[in-house]
Protein backbone atom coordinates (compact mmCIF):
# COMPACT_ATOMS: atom_id res chain seq x y z
CA UNK A 1 0.00 0.00 0.00
CA UNK A 2 1.57 3.56 -1.11
CA UNK A 3 1.24 7.03 0.98
CA UNK A 4 -0.93 8.71 -1.98
CA UNK A 5 -3.96 6.02 -1.35
CA UNK A 6 -4.25 7.17 2.55
CA UNK A 7 -4.09 10.49 3.71
CA UNK A 8 -3.72 9.07 7.47
CA UNK A 9 -0.49 7.47 6.38
CA UNK A 10 1.92 10.45 5.87
CA UNK A 11 1.44 13.54 7.83
CA UNK A 12 2.42 16.59 5.56
CA UNK A 13 4.11 19.35 6.93
CA UNK A 14 3.79 21.17 3.92
CA UNK A 15 1.96 23.96 5.60
CA UNK A 16 4.44 25.13 7.75
CA UNK A 17 8.03 23.30 6.89
CA UNK A 18 10.13 22.82 4.03
CA UNK A 19 13.47 21.98 3.55
CA UNK A 20 16.08 23.10 1.29
CA UNK A 21 16.50 20.53 -1.75
CA UNK A 22 20.60 20.91 -1.45
CA UNK A 23 21.19 20.93 1.91
CA UNK A 24 18.44 19.41 3.15
CA UNK A 25 18.15 22.53 5.90
CA UNK A 26 14.65 22.44 7.73
CA UNK A 27 13.30 25.87 7.69
CA UNK A 28 10.10 27.42 8.10
CA UNK A 29 8.00 28.03 4.96
CA UNK A 30 8.67 31.70 3.55
CA UNK A 31 5.82 34.02 3.05
CA UNK A 32 6.84 35.68 -0.30
CA UNK A 33 5.69 39.11 -2.13
CA UNK A 34 5.54 38.40 -5.39
CA UNK A 35 8.75 38.73 -7.31
CA UNK A 36 10.61 37.82 -4.00
CA UNK A 37 12.97 35.02 -3.97
CA UNK A 38 14.37 32.90 -0.65
CA UNK A 39 17.31 31.59 -0.45
CA UNK A 40 18.90 28.67 2.11
CA UNK A 41 21.06 30.71 4.41
CA UNK A 42 23.39 27.28 4.32
CA UNK A 43 24.15 26.71 0.88
CA UNK A 44 22.74 29.63 -1.29
CA UNK A 45 20.16 27.34 -3.32
CA UNK A 46 16.61 29.50 -3.97
CA UNK A 47 14.22 27.74 -1.68
CA UNK A 48 11.27 29.34 -3.22
CA UNK A 49 10.14 31.96 -5.99
CA UNK A 50 7.55 33.99 -6.29
CA UNK A 51 6.73 34.82 -9.63
CA UNK A 52 4.39 38.27 -10.67
CA UNK A 53 3.37 36.45 -13.51
CA UNK A 54 0.42 34.00 -13.42
CA UNK A 55 -0.87 31.16 -15.57
CA UNK A 56 -2.53 33.54 -18.17
CA UNK A 57 1.26 34.10 -19.18
CA UNK A 58 2.66 30.79 -19.28
CA UNK A 59 -0.40 29.09 -21.34
CA UNK A 60 0.14 32.31 -23.43
CA UNK A 61 3.76 31.49 -23.86
CA UNK A 62 2.72 27.70 -24.19
CA UNK A 63 1.20 28.62 -27.19
CA UNK A 64 3.24 31.17 -29.30
CA UNK A 65 6.12 28.23 -28.68
CA UNK A 66 4.08 25.33 -30.26
CA UNK A 67 2.95 27.42 -32.80
CA UNK A 68 6.19 28.45 -33.16
CA UNK A 69 7.64 24.79 -32.44
CA UNK A 70 5.24 23.63 -35.82
CA UNK A 71 7.03 26.19 -37.88
CA UNK A 72 10.24 25.67 -37.29
CA UNK A 73 9.98 22.13 -38.43
CA UNK A 74 7.23 22.62 -41.26
CA UNK A 75 9.88 24.81 -43.38
CA UNK A 76 13.49 24.46 -44.75
CA UNK A 77 16.45 26.19 -42.40
CA UNK A 78 18.20 26.88 -44.94
CA UNK A 79 19.18 27.23 -48.11
CA UNK A 80 22.69 27.16 -50.16
CA UNK A 81 23.51 27.80 -53.31
CA UNK A 82 26.93 26.09 -54.19
CA UNK A 83 27.86 26.94 -58.59
CA UNK A 84 23.85 26.89 -58.91
CA UNK A 85 22.94 23.99 -57.24
CA UNK A 86 20.83 24.70 -54.80
CA UNK A 87 19.98 22.98 -51.44
CA UNK A 88 17.39 23.39 -48.58
CA UNK A 89 17.79 21.32 -45.21
CA UNK A 90 15.29 21.05 -42.18
CA UNK A 91 16.09 19.72 -38.33
CA UNK A 92 14.70 16.47 -39.52
CA UNK A 93 15.89 16.51 -43.02
CA UNK A 94 19.46 16.56 -40.88
CA UNK A 95 18.15 13.71 -38.28
CA UNK A 96 17.13 11.65 -41.20
CA UNK A 97 20.70 11.77 -43.19
CA UNK A 98 22.31 10.90 -39.99
CA UNK A 99 19.85 7.77 -39.63
CA UNK A 100 20.92 6.93 -43.51
CA UNK A 101 24.75 7.52 -42.86
CA UNK A 102 24.51 4.88 -40.06
CA UNK A 103 24.63 6.83 -37.07
CA UNK A 104 21.40 6.33 -35.73
CA UNK A 105 22.68 6.88 -31.68
CA UNK A 106 23.38 10.81 -32.74
CA UNK A 107 20.25 10.57 -35.30
CA UNK A 108 18.18 9.59 -31.59
CA UNK A 109 19.57 12.18 -29.24
CA UNK A 110 19.47 14.61 -31.79
CA UNK A 111 15.84 13.41 -32.18
CA UNK A 112 14.62 13.47 -28.84
CA UNK A 113 16.79 16.49 -27.68
CA UNK A 114 15.46 18.82 -30.26
CA UNK A 115 12.35 17.29 -31.22
CA UNK A 116 9.95 14.90 -29.25
CA UNK A 117 11.57 16.33 -25.33
CA UNK A 118 10.61 20.34 -26.12
CA UNK A 119 7.14 19.16 -27.59
CA UNK A 120 6.45 16.92 -25.24
CA UNK A 121 7.29 19.68 -22.58
CA UNK A 122 4.70 21.94 -24.35
CA UNK A 123 2.41 19.78 -25.04
CA UNK A 124 2.54 18.29 -20.73
CA UNK A 125 2.29 21.77 -19.80
CA UNK A 126 -0.46 23.15 -21.77
CA UNK A 127 -2.37 19.89 -20.59
CA UNK A 128 -2.36 20.68 -17.18
CA UNK A 129 -2.46 24.67 -17.35
CA UNK A 130 -5.09 24.91 -20.08
CA UNK A 131 -7.86 22.84 -17.62
CA UNK A 132 -6.85 24.29 -14.73
CA UNK A 133 -6.80 27.87 -15.41
CA UNK A 134 -10.06 27.66 -17.62
CA UNK A 135 -12.03 25.44 -15.69
CA UNK A 136 -10.21 25.76 -12.37
CA UNK A 137 -9.94 21.38 -12.56
CA UNK A 138 -7.47 18.98 -12.34
CA UNK A 139 -7.18 16.79 -15.40
CA UNK A 140 -6.84 13.27 -14.94
CA UNK A 141 -3.36 12.19 -13.95
CA UNK A 142 -2.46 16.13 -13.41
CA UNK A 143 0.44 15.44 -11.35
CA UNK A 144 2.43 12.61 -12.88
CA UNK A 145 2.03 14.64 -16.36
CA UNK A 146 3.39 18.06 -14.19
CA UNK A 147 6.25 15.65 -12.89
CA UNK A 148 7.08 14.70 -16.36
CA UNK A 149 6.98 17.98 -17.18
CA UNK A 150 9.76 19.42 -15.08
CA UNK A 151 12.01 15.89 -15.57
CA UNK A 152 11.85 16.68 -18.89
CA UNK A 153 13.17 20.03 -19.04
CA UNK A 154 16.94 19.39 -19.20
CA UNK A 155 16.76 17.49 -21.83
CA UNK A 156 14.65 20.03 -24.53
CA UNK A 157 17.62 22.03 -26.08
CA UNK A 158 16.23 24.14 -28.13
CA UNK A 159 18.34 27.41 -27.43
CA UNK A 160 21.66 25.03 -27.61
CA UNK A 161 20.44 24.55 -30.74
CA UNK A 162 19.65 27.71 -31.98
CA UNK A 163 23.68 28.18 -31.04
CA UNK A 164 24.20 25.03 -33.16
CA UNK A 165 22.54 26.78 -35.88
CA UNK A 166 24.43 30.09 -35.62
CA UNK A 167 27.93 28.15 -35.53
CA UNK A 168 26.64 26.24 -38.67
CA UNK A 169 25.36 29.24 -40.66
CA UNK A 170 29.19 30.85 -39.86
CA UNK A 171 31.29 28.00 -40.91
CA UNK A 172 28.90 27.41 -43.61
CA UNK A 173 29.07 31.00 -44.95
CA UNK A 174 32.56 31.08 -47.18
CA UNK A 175 31.29 27.72 -48.71
CA UNK A 176 28.51 29.15 -50.41
CA UNK A 177 25.60 31.61 -50.43
CA UNK A 178 23.30 31.12 -47.72
CA UNK A 179 19.47 32.22 -47.62
CA UNK A 180 18.19 32.18 -43.74
CA UNK A 181 14.73 29.81 -43.64
CA UNK A 182 11.70 30.18 -42.08
CA UNK A 183 12.40 27.91 -39.54
CA UNK A 184 15.43 29.78 -39.00
CA UNK A 185 13.44 33.02 -37.78
CA UNK A 186 10.87 30.44 -35.61
CA UNK A 187 13.26 28.07 -34.01
CA UNK A 188 14.77 32.22 -32.81
CA UNK A 189 11.34 33.00 -31.65
CA UNK A 190 10.70 29.10 -30.03
CA UNK A 191 13.96 30.06 -28.36
CA UNK A 192 12.46 32.94 -26.50
CA UNK A 193 9.30 31.95 -25.77
CA UNK A 194 10.39 28.70 -24.02
CA UNK A 195 13.09 30.18 -21.96
CA UNK A 196 9.89 33.64 -21.18
CA UNK A 197 8.05 30.23 -20.34
CA UNK A 198 10.42 28.64 -17.84
CA UNK A 199 11.17 32.07 -16.41
CA UNK A 200 7.19 32.87 -16.01
CA UNK A 201 6.23 29.65 -14.64
CA UNK A 202 5.68 29.20 -10.65
CA UNK A 203 5.64 25.90 -10.36
CA UNK A 204 5.30 25.98 -6.79
CA UNK A 205 1.65 27.93 -7.28
CA UNK A 206 0.85 24.80 -9.90
CA UNK A 207 1.36 22.37 -7.70
CA UNK A 208 -0.25 24.07 -4.71
CA UNK A 209 -3.07 24.39 -7.26
CA UNK A 210 -3.02 20.88 -8.43
CA UNK A 211 -3.49 19.92 -4.55
CA UNK A 212 -6.55 22.05 -4.41
CA UNK A 213 -7.66 23.12 -7.54
CA UNK A 214 -11.11 24.23 -6.52
CA UNK A 215 -9.37 27.54 -4.87
CA UNK A 216 -8.05 28.20 -8.92
CA UNK A 217 -11.41 29.83 -9.83
CA UNK A 218 -11.94 32.17 -6.81
CA UNK A 219 -8.30 34.37 -7.67
CA UNK B 1 12.10 19.14 18.02
CA UNK B 2 15.00 17.63 19.38
CA UNK B 3 18.20 19.51 20.08
CA UNK B 4 19.68 19.90 16.77
CA UNK B 5 17.16 19.26 14.42
CA UNK B 6 18.48 21.09 11.38
CA UNK B 7 17.98 18.77 8.75
CA UNK B 8 15.03 17.07 7.60
CA UNK B 9 16.39 13.79 7.57
CA UNK B 10 17.51 14.50 11.51
CA UNK B 11 13.64 15.82 11.73
CA UNK B 12 12.49 12.26 10.45
CA UNK B 13 11.01 14.36 7.14
CA UNK B 14 11.21 13.36 3.35
CA UNK B 15 11.71 16.55 0.61
CA UNK B 16 10.33 15.10 -2.65
CA UNK B 17 12.77 15.94 -5.12
CA UNK B 18 10.42 16.49 -7.47
CA UNK B 19 7.36 18.92 -6.36
CA UNK B 20 9.70 20.06 -2.88
CA UNK B 21 6.49 18.97 -0.87
CA UNK B 22 7.85 17.96 2.34
CA UNK B 23 6.31 15.40 4.59
CA UNK B 24 6.96 12.74 7.46
CA UNK B 25 6.16 8.91 5.79
CA UNK B 26 5.09 6.86 8.39
CA UNK B 27 7.01 4.74 10.09
CA UNK B 28 5.61 1.34 8.69
CA UNK B 29 6.06 2.28 4.92
CA UNK B 30 8.55 0.72 2.64
CA UNK B 31 8.61 2.80 -0.66
CA UNK B 32 6.56 5.84 0.15
CA UNK B 33 5.37 8.11 -2.14
CA UNK B 34 4.93 12.02 -2.53
CA UNK B 35 0.86 12.20 -1.46
CA UNK B 36 0.94 14.91 -4.32
CA UNK B 37 3.01 14.45 -7.04
CA UNK B 38 3.39 10.57 -6.73
CA UNK B 39 7.29 10.39 -7.02
CA UNK B 40 8.71 7.97 -5.34
CA UNK B 41 10.72 9.42 -1.87
CA UNK B 42 14.13 8.89 -0.69
CA UNK B 43 16.22 10.07 2.36
CA UNK B 44 19.22 10.64 -0.08
CA UNK B 45 19.06 9.62 -4.03
CA UNK B 46 19.45 5.96 -4.37
CA UNK B 47 23.07 5.02 -4.44
CA UNK B 48 24.11 8.21 -5.47
CA UNK B 49 28.08 7.58 -4.81
CA UNK B 50 27.96 4.44 -6.75
CA UNK B 51 25.67 5.32 -9.63
CA UNK B 52 27.83 8.56 -10.14
CA UNK B 53 30.97 7.00 -9.73
CA UNK B 54 30.33 4.56 -12.76
CA UNK B 55 28.75 7.51 -14.95
CA UNK B 56 31.39 9.28 -14.35
CA UNK B 57 34.12 6.88 -14.86
CA UNK B 58 32.14 5.57 -18.36
CA UNK B 59 32.07 9.04 -19.79
CA UNK B 60 35.75 9.18 -18.82
CA UNK B 61 36.24 6.10 -21.21
CA UNK B 62 34.06 7.85 -24.12
CA UNK B 63 35.74 10.66 -23.30
CA UNK B 64 39.15 9.04 -25.50
CA UNK B 65 37.15 7.97 -28.59
CA UNK B 66 35.85 11.82 -28.95
CA UNK B 67 38.53 13.46 -29.28
CA UNK B 68 40.73 11.04 -31.10
CA UNK B 69 38.26 9.63 -33.62
CA UNK B 70 36.78 12.05 -36.96
CA UNK B 71 33.28 13.89 -36.03
CA UNK B 72 32.95 14.58 -39.61
CA UNK B 73 34.25 14.43 -42.80
CA UNK B 74 33.53 17.34 -45.42
CA UNK B 75 34.44 16.52 -49.13
CA UNK B 76 34.27 19.73 -51.13
CA UNK B 77 35.05 18.95 -54.59
CA UNK B 78 36.31 15.23 -53.76
CA UNK B 79 38.69 16.33 -51.53
CA UNK B 80 37.82 14.89 -48.16
CA UNK B 81 38.91 15.88 -44.75
CA UNK B 82 38.27 14.14 -41.35
CA UNK B 83 37.37 16.93 -38.66
CA UNK B 84 38.12 15.99 -34.49
CA UNK B 85 36.50 18.07 -32.03
CA UNK B 86 40.03 20.24 -31.62
CA UNK B 87 40.47 20.57 -35.40
CA UNK B 88 36.96 22.11 -35.86
CA UNK B 89 38.35 24.71 -33.07
CA UNK B 90 40.97 25.53 -34.70
CA UNK B 91 39.66 25.49 -38.53
CA UNK B 92 37.42 28.64 -36.46
CA UNK B 93 40.45 30.01 -35.39
CA UNK B 94 42.32 29.92 -39.10
CA UNK B 95 39.26 31.75 -40.26
CA UNK B 96 39.55 34.80 -37.87
CA UNK B 97 36.18 33.78 -36.26
CA UNK B 98 37.67 34.33 -32.13
CA UNK B 99 34.33 34.82 -31.00
CA UNK B 100 32.59 31.92 -32.44
CA UNK B 101 35.91 29.50 -31.63
CA UNK B 102 36.42 30.63 -28.37
CA UNK B 103 32.49 29.58 -27.63
CA UNK B 104 33.17 26.56 -29.65
CA UNK B 105 36.25 25.40 -27.66
CA UNK B 106 34.08 26.37 -24.22
CA UNK B 107 30.99 24.54 -24.92
CA UNK B 108 33.04 21.07 -26.50
CA UNK B 109 36.15 21.41 -24.55
CA UNK B 110 36.74 23.55 -21.40
CA UNK B 111 33.04 22.04 -20.37
CA UNK B 112 33.35 18.38 -20.82
CA UNK B 113 36.84 18.37 -19.29
CA UNK B 114 35.47 20.86 -16.08
CA UNK B 115 32.72 18.75 -15.69
CA UNK B 116 34.22 15.94 -15.71
CA UNK B 117 37.32 16.90 -12.95
CA UNK B 118 34.66 18.55 -10.59
CA UNK B 119 32.45 15.43 -10.31
CA UNK B 120 35.31 13.32 -9.43
CA UNK B 121 36.50 16.10 -6.87
CA UNK B 122 32.93 16.24 -5.37
CA UNK B 123 32.92 12.38 -5.48
CA UNK B 124 36.23 12.22 -3.67
CA UNK B 125 35.44 14.39 -0.71
CA UNK B 126 32.08 12.63 -0.22
CA UNK B 127 33.71 9.67 0.02
CA UNK B 128 36.73 10.51 2.29
CA UNK B 129 34.26 12.85 4.08
CA UNK B 130 35.36 15.94 3.69
CA UNK B 131 33.74 19.39 5.38
CA UNK B 132 35.90 21.28 4.21
CA UNK B 133 34.12 24.81 1.67
CA UNK B 134 30.59 22.81 1.79
CA UNK B 135 29.08 25.83 0.14
CA UNK B 136 31.45 26.06 -2.38
CA UNK B 137 31.07 22.40 -3.22
CA UNK B 138 27.30 22.76 -3.77
CA UNK B 139 27.63 25.66 -6.14
CA UNK B 140 30.48 23.92 -7.80
CA UNK B 141 27.48 21.27 -8.22
CA UNK B 142 25.07 23.46 -9.35
CA UNK B 143 27.06 25.10 -11.88
CA UNK B 144 27.64 21.50 -13.72
CA UNK B 145 24.48 20.72 -13.68
CA UNK B 146 23.37 23.37 -15.28
CA UNK B 147 26.04 24.23 -17.92
CA UNK B 148 26.82 20.66 -19.11
CA UNK B 149 23.80 20.62 -21.83
CA UNK B 150 25.96 23.68 -23.61
CA UNK B 151 28.23 21.24 -24.99
CA UNK B 152 25.75 19.17 -27.14
CA UNK B 153 26.80 22.17 -29.74
CA UNK B 154 28.96 20.38 -31.93
CA UNK B 155 26.34 17.54 -32.38
CA UNK B 156 23.73 19.96 -33.59
CA UNK B 157 26.09 22.00 -35.71
CA UNK B 158 27.22 18.56 -37.58
CA UNK B 159 23.43 17.54 -38.08
CA UNK B 160 22.40 20.88 -39.78
CA UNK B 161 25.91 20.81 -42.01
CA UNK B 162 24.36 17.10 -42.83
CA UNK B 163 21.12 18.08 -43.34
CA UNK B 164 21.71 21.19 -45.74
CA UNK B 165 25.01 20.51 -47.26
CA UNK B 166 23.97 17.24 -49.63
CA UNK B 167 25.46 18.47 -52.80
CA UNK B 168 26.58 14.98 -54.73
CA UNK B 169 29.98 15.01 -56.69
CA UNK B 170 30.46 19.21 -54.79
CA UNK B 171 29.96 18.54 -51.32
CA UNK B 172 29.08 16.41 -48.87
CA UNK B 173 29.68 15.90 -45.19
CA UNK B 174 29.56 13.15 -43.41
CA UNK B 175 29.25 12.28 -39.29
CA UNK B 176 32.08 10.26 -38.24
CA UNK B 177 32.41 7.86 -35.07
CA UNK B 178 33.84 10.41 -32.77
CA UNK B 179 30.16 12.12 -32.93
CA UNK B 180 28.69 9.10 -31.36
CA UNK B 181 31.33 9.14 -28.64
CA UNK B 182 31.20 12.66 -27.75
CA UNK B 183 27.23 12.68 -27.66
CA UNK B 184 27.63 9.67 -25.02
CA UNK B 185 29.83 11.76 -22.80
CA UNK B 186 27.65 14.90 -23.17
CA UNK B 187 24.12 12.21 -21.90
CA UNK B 188 26.60 9.97 -19.83
CA UNK B 189 27.82 13.40 -17.73
CA UNK B 190 24.48 14.87 -17.74
CA UNK B 191 23.04 11.61 -15.89
CA UNK B 192 26.06 11.51 -13.86
CA UNK B 193 25.57 15.17 -12.64
CA UNK B 194 21.24 14.22 -11.87
CA UNK B 195 22.51 11.05 -9.95
CA UNK B 196 24.67 13.19 -7.40
CA UNK B 197 23.42 14.23 -4.35
CA UNK B 198 24.86 17.51 -2.90
CA UNK B 199 22.93 16.82 0.05
CA UNK B 200 25.71 14.07 1.08
CA UNK B 201 28.30 16.97 1.25
CA UNK B 202 25.66 18.48 4.25
CA UNK B 203 25.64 15.37 5.72
CA UNK B 204 29.49 15.41 6.72
CA UNK B 205 28.77 18.70 8.41
CA UNK B 206 25.87 17.32 11.25
CA UNK B 207 27.27 18.51 14.52
CA UNK B 208 29.01 15.57 15.87
CA UNK B 209 27.99 14.71 19.99
CA UNK B 210 29.32 17.44 22.06
CA UNK B 211 30.16 20.01 19.08
CA UNK B 212 28.82 23.08 18.16
CA UNK B 213 27.55 23.66 14.36
CA UNK B 214 28.87 27.04 12.90
CA UNK B 215 26.41 26.14 10.28
CA UNK B 216 23.10 25.85 11.67
CA UNK B 217 20.79 28.68 12.30
CA UNK B 218 17.35 29.15 13.84
CA UNK B 219 14.80 27.78 11.62
CA UNK B 220 13.24 30.74 9.18
CA UNK B 221 16.13 32.41 8.80
CA UNK B 222 16.07 32.52 5.08
CA UNK B 223 17.52 35.61 2.65
CA UNK B 224 15.11 37.50 1.21
CA UNK B 225 15.97 38.60 -2.06
CA UNK B 226 14.27 41.17 -4.23
ZN1 LIG C 1 20.53 24.69 1.32
Known amino acids: MT ?13 TLVACHDCDLLFRKPRLQPGQKARCPRCGAVLFQRKR ?18 LANAYPLLRMNIAGRVQ ?19 SALVFVVTFLAPLAKMLCLFYVLLPLRLLGLRAPKAELVFRWTEQLSPWAMTEVFMLG ?49 REATGD | MTKHATTAAEAGYLLCHCCHLLGRPEPGS ?12 HRRKPD ?58 FASITVPVLKLLVLTFLLLSVQFG ?32 VAVVELGALATIEAGPGAVAFGGV ?36 YRMQR
Open chain 2, 30 to 41: VRPRCPRCGAVL
Open chain 1, 165 to 213: ILVAVVKLADLAALTPGIALYSFAGLMVSMAAGDAMLDDHEVWERLRSP
Open chain 1, 88 to 106: EGSLLTGIEELYSQGYWEI
Open chain 1, 3 to 15: ARSGTGEYAVAEH
Open chain 2, 48 to 105: SLARTWALTLTAYILYIPANLLPIMTVTMSGRGEPDTILSGVKELIVGGMWPLALLVF
Open chain 2, 130 to 161: SRWRPWERTVLYRLTESVGRWSMIDIFVITIL
Open chain 2, 186 to 221: VVVTMFAAMSFDPRLIWDRMAPKDGEVSSHSRPEGA
Open chain 1, 53 to 70: SGMDQSLALALTSLVLFM
